[in-house]
């Protein structure tokens, strides 16, 4: 599975993923597993949000134990992250067959849709629409950098974009989600586990700042005669590096956009997209709000106007005890608990299901980059894993 999944979107110049949704390497990765899911006689189905199903089991009965995570990427990804939880689904199930175990609950893998937010801004955007924290108007007016709606690249791609929207019914029928992940961070590499549980997600948004200045030659504007808003958007990227250094959070300004974009130009236009996360959600607005002052006051010292606009958030989720408990029983009961800063599908649909995730080694920590690795033995562990926890939880 992993060698037949590798090569889908992969920049053969920088060696990362471009999965991005809607696109044809996006396609390619859904013919993927639609073929994984038929290869093992399972219920294949998308849902109304474009989100991939294959069910072991009636899709019906209810109480369905499910499995899975993502097949997308960030620019320039690495090939775990996301990936790494689909495919080790599809071992898991195949582990639990070799082993005779008689499955008497439901059994699903999941493939949701656009988790990375690459293309549209907006990150879990199949888990969103599904669990109703993303409604229809709202996500027909994402577009990408191309101008491009969600909608038209839905109906390019061949899917309906006037059914999405809440799918109480779906989730409903969820007795329990579990999402293996690669873990993105260095903390069962530092402790010697081969995999752990999460505890929590940390809160986390995105905020796009709009400096609008004004454009001019860049050989004959003299310094003290600009409105640079390249200048008060380098000064803000500086605030947010401190600010989240003193509040013991993250802070970073990872995409930009500049207007009209040309070397011999004073900018009219920066956009800068502001990243933030902290372990509780008073040290976020701390450190959001420091930024904003920060270039509030530097767009005045510039002649520079300024907007704020929070694109996303996501408030502190903590993976329920219960689910996790039992879990950790499963396994031994002796597994890490670790927190996490990055988000996840499993996070979204906590709010209306009972959800777990489990991390496999990073030795790097490295991830949302070509470098993000995990080896091979850590990466069966993690099958292993998540092969017992779901015969634990579909089979009694």
């Not at 549209?120 to 577009?143: I, M, N, P, Y």
Request: charged fraction near 25%; glycine fraction near 12%; include cysteine.
């Amino acid at each position: 599975m992993w060698a037949e999944l590798r090569p889908v979107g992969r920049d053969s110049g920088t060696g990362g993923y471009r999965r991005f949704a809607w696109t044809g390497a996006d396609a390619d990765c859904r013919a993927w597993f639609r073929a994984q899911a038929e290869a093992r006689s399972l219920t294949y189905e998308v849902d109304r949000n474009g989100n991939q199903w294959a069910w072991l089991g009636d899709p019906l009965a209810g109480d369905a134990v499910v499995t899975g995570s993502h097949l997308d990427s960030v620019p320039d990804g690495g090939a775990f992250d996301g990936p790494l939880g689909v495919v080790s689904s599809f071992a898991a199930l195949d582990e639990l067959r070799r082993r005779g175990t008689e499955i008497t609950r439901p059994l699903a893998i999941t493939n949701f849709g656009d988790e990375e937010g690459a293309r549209f801004g907006l990150a879990c955007v199949g888990s969103r629409l599904a669990a109703g924290q993303l409604t229809k108007e709202k996500a027909f007016a994402l577009r990408d950098g191309d101008g491009v709606g969600l909608p038209q690249a839905m109906e390019a791609a061949g899917y309906d974009p006037e059914a999405i929207g809440a799918d109480p019914e779906r989730l409903a029928r969820i007795g329990a989600f579990v999402e293996l992940h690669v873990e993105q961070g260095r903390a069962l590499d530092l402790t010697g586990d081969r995999v752990g549980i999460a505890s929590a997600i940390w809160p986390h948004g995105r905020w796009r700042f709009d400096f609008r200045g004004e454009a001019n030659h860049a050989g004959t504007t003299r310094l003290v005669d600009r409105r640079d808003p390249m200048l008060t958007y380098a000064a803000t990227v500086l605030a947010a590096r401190t600010e989240a250094a003193l509040a013991g959070a993250v802070a970073t300004f990872g995409k930009i956009a500049v207007e009209p974009n040309g070397v011999n130009a004073i900018p009219s236009l920066v956009r800068g997209w502001l990243d933030s996360r902290a372990a509780d959600q008073a040290t976020l607005d701390t450190v959001v709000t420091a930024v904003e002052k920060a270039a509030q006051e530097h767009a005045a010292r510039d002649g520079v106007d300024l907007a704020v606009v929070r694109e996303s958030f996501t408030p502190e989720i903590e993976f329920g005890h219960a689910l996790r408990d039992e879990i950790n029983r499963i396994l031994g009961g002796s597994v890490p608990v670790l927190g996490t800063g990055a988000g996840h599908d499993a996070g979204i649909l906590s709010a209306a299901v009972p959800t777990a995730m489990l991390f496999v080694r990073n030795p790097t920590g490295v991830s949302h980059s070509p470098a993000e690795s995990a080896e091979e033995d850590d990466c069966v562990a993690g099958v292993l894993a998540l092969a017992d926890v779901l015969e634990g939880l579909a089979c009694r």
